[in-house]
């Protein structure tokens, strides 16, 4: 298309300099009196589209239409041999040369995650309750449950220090319950696989509260480089990605989703703008009624994170996150659950930079056997995905407007070692 571009305008500057030296003869000249009323507008540069058959190139080791009938035990627990050296990618990740998330050897989930069922946590036993602002350092103890009515917001400077075994829960009446961090304050919740913390409710339901929200300092590629949280409408934004807002490790959160009204979400845990100083490790959303893990933009990274059923989407990025990630799990029974990943730069600006880019591995992705979508691909985002399994959905893997295809095509993004149940669905076409 650029030699046909070219060809076009060497056409239209020929056109033009016969029309300057016809006027030239005239000293007075006139507007021509027939202008052409539809002139024919430049072509658009076109995008290349991305295929099944670039997907399962033999560079990529992709595989589609697998079986995974013997894959899998107790729902996700289960890899196949043969995946990219991610060390070799970014020391960042750990040697796993293999797909998927949970390999038979070393089930890192033992202890702290719940897969089924609902805990008997109440505000009987409560030792204090969570409310209001906290502008000073505070530690919730070993062991303790403590009650959380309302809002509770840690304010600019305040760490909120959170240790092994402690259960928030949230109070069951009108009040919108949430955990908000805002910018230069810190969470140090660290807890422990055989004592993890957890974060829920009373009431036990999908949206019984409002989750978990950090908000930080590094970057969104929204206008004017900030926005506002969903919940709570604390800044977020910024330009220092190596930002610390603390620490979550060993952490549950049950029963999340509170929706304000269908503009306003909560999820599991939302990170707005968090950055990559922010260690984020062993986290597990369960039981939620909006997405598990969301990023608004920011460069956090997260590994070891678990997502069983949330009804939205299990993860969910945007606005330019570029963190990375390893050993993420999405595990899905309900019926209304959506995608496992969903994956944006953004909707309102698929060019927006810095567009979102993270590069991810060692995912099990296993959906509802729904007719929906796995990880969809879309608004502009660019993705480094290895050494994924991708099953129970119609649509494993689906690919979305010009940007994130071409990215595909021109290697900027890369699919490797991936594994689908089915074929990939590409929708970049005309958008």
Same mark, same amino acid.
């Given at each position: 298309?650029?030699? !046909? ?56 080791? /992709? ?36 797909? $998927? ?13 719940? =897969?089924?069922? /609902?805990? *008997? ?6 030792? %204090? ?6 502008? %000073? ?21 305040? #760490? ?34 055989? /004592? ?30 900030? $926005? ?10 910024? !330009? ?22 269908? %503009? ?14 922010? #260690? ?7 039981? $939620? ?63 927006? =930079? ?8 060692? &995912? ?6 729904? *007719? ?30 010009? %940007? ?8 900027? !993004? &890369? ?17």
């Amino acid at each position: 298309m650029r030699m !046909s571009n070219l060809k076009f305008m060497t056409m239209a500057a020929i056109a033009a300099m016969t029309v300057f030296t016809a006027c030239s003869d005239d000293d007075d000249p006139t507007p021509n009196p027939n202008p052409n009323p539809n002139p024919e507008p430049e072509p658009e540069p076109s995008t290349e589209i991305y295929s099944s058959a670039l997907f399962t190139a033999e560079a990529n080791h /992709n595989t589609i239409n697998f079986d995974f009938s013997g894959t899998f035990t107790n729902g996700f627990f289960g890899t196949i041999d043969g995946g990219a050296d991610m060390p070799a990618v970014d020391n960042f990740f750990e040697a796993a040369a293999y797909q $998927g998330a949970v390999s038979a050897d070393n089930d890192w989930t033992a202890g702290w995650i719940r =897969t089924e069922g /609902n805990g *008997d946590e109440s505000i009987d036993n409560a030792v %204090e309750t969570l409310e209001g602002e906290l502008t %000073e350092n505070k530690t919730l103890a070993a062991n303790q449950t403590y009650a959380l009515s309302g809002e509770y917001i840690v304010a600019e400077g305040a #760490t909120l220090t959170i240790e092994e075994g402690v259960k928030i829960v949230a109070i069951d009446d009108e009040v919108t319950d949430f955990i908000l961090v805002r910018q230069g304050a810190k969470i140090e919740a660290v807890g422990t696989a055989e /004592n993890p913390i957890v974060m829920t409710s009373e009431r036990k339901e999908l949206g019984a509260w409002g989750g978990l929200h950090i908000c930080g300092r590094a970057h969104t590629n929204t206008e004017g480089g900030s $926005g506002m949280s969903e919940i709570g409408n604390a800044p977020y934004g910024g !330009s220092d990605d190596a930002d610390n807002s603390g620490t979550l490790r060993y952490v549950r959160i049950e029963n999340s989703g509170y929706a304000l009204d269908p %503009e306003h979400e909560a999820n599991g845990i939302s990170f707005y703008g968090v950055g990559n100083g922010t #260690t984020v490790e062993y986290v597990q959303a369960y039981n $939620g009624s909006d997405d598990g893990f969301e990023f608004f933009g920011g460069s956090v990274d997260i590994k070891h994170a678990v997502v069983i059923n949330c009804t939205d989407d299990s993860f969910d990025w945007t606005e330019g996150w570029n963190g990375r990630a390893q050993f993420l799990v999405a595990y899905q029974t309900l019926s209304e659950c959506d995608c496992l990943m969903e994956c944006d730069n953004n909707g309102n600006d698929f060019a927006a =930079t810095p567009v979102a880019h993270p590069t991810i591995a060692n &995912v099990t992705l296993v959906g509802n056997n729904g *007719d929906g979508q796995g990880v969809r691909l879309r608004a502009g985002t660019q993705v480094e995905l290895y050494n994924a399994l991708i099953s129970g959905k119609d649509m494993c893997l689906t690919t979305e407007t010009a %940007e994130t295809e071409q990215a595909l095509v021109d290697g900027t !993004s &890369v699919l490797n070692y991936i594994t689908l149940a089915g074929d990939i669905t590409c929708e970049g076409a005309g958008e």
